[in-house]
């Protein structure tokens, strides 16, 4: 979650920087800095567009109900859920797990967040939440701010794993191995 935090400042930090060498081009130099900041926009947008779709990643944004993946026999690739009021629940026991790390990353307002794993798969996991409850691989914290991150023993070394980043502002957090 920090590498998610310090990503939002990087390019918080870039947008900024881009307006005031817009605003310093046409102080200095008689640029147009609407002009050159609507093109700059459009070139993000297409790129960010063309990036997007390259990457094999499953995103889900639901703002309310539930988001379940129990079915059996699945292919799992990178996972990202964002949402507002709704409970997230992931078996990873049924799921064909490809070499490579895969990652998982959940975010959310309000709800709870169940993941089970099975007990051969190396991975790492970095839960928080602003008021609840965690238990992740066996460990527990709750109350305010409570933060858990950890990893399996053979997470560093295995061919075959999955990275779980999971933070919610109200609800409770189990990660656990079926």
Known sequence: MRRLQKRKYIRL????GVILLALLLQLF??????G???SLLFFF??????RSGSKNRDRNKQWIGKFHRLESNYELQDLQISHGFTDVK???TKAMISEGEKQIMISGWIG????YLPYDLEVSVDA??????????GREARGFRPHL??????YAMSKRKVKILVSVLFGDVSVRCL
């Not at 130099?29 to 609407?34: C, G």
Request: with cysteine; proline share 2%.
């Open 13 to 16: 930090s870039c947008f900024l």
């Open 29 to 34: 130099m008689q640029v147009n800095a609407f």
């Open 36 to 38: 050159l900041l609507f």
């Open 45 to 50: 947008v297409g790129f960010h567009l063309f």
């Open 90 to 92: 992931l078996d990873l």
């Open 112 to 115: 709870d967040v169940n993941i």
């Open 128 to 137: 928080s939440v602003t008021l609840g409850k965690l238990e992740v691989l």
């Open 149 to 154: 991150e950890t990893e399996t023993p053979g």
